[in-house]
């Protein structure tokens, strides 16, 4: 009889702690820039690349949860005073993410100092504080879109344990 009881509080237990959920993360994403430091500058293929990265980005931590709010891109050129700058000023950035009602901002850039490698750079914002609140880091070999693709994904999981631990 004292199994059952013990079987039955543990099942008890495990339908309580599989309802219990994070909670609501709302996140803006914003344009990512290209810093391409090479001495073949913004080949319109690394334009491209970086313009993937955003929605594939969004995919990602829409999949682990998290609400993903709009950025108008015309209100993020409006704030944006040259290269660099968003990802340098967190606290405009973070102006971006009132607009919306965001909790966080992802600022972001593909920092390509080599044609073998480049580094997607991420910046999280408090949105409320104005605040850096981490900066992260992904290597990617070349530019298949295969590998950029998995450099996302791994992107995307330190940004979702980043939010989650918050």
Known sequence: MKNIHSISMLFFLLVLFSHITYAEVRVAILDFELKDVTYLPNRPEEIERTASIKPLLSAELQKAGLILLPIDSAAQQALNMGEGYLFDHVDVAAQLGKQVNA?????GRLHKPSFLFAYLLTEIVN????TLID?????TKGGEKKLTGKAIEMLADKINAVLHSK
């Open 127 to 130: 949105v409320k504080s104005g």
């Open 135 to 139: 900066s992260l880091s992904v290597e």
């Open 103 to 107: 909790d966080y901002v992802i600022v």
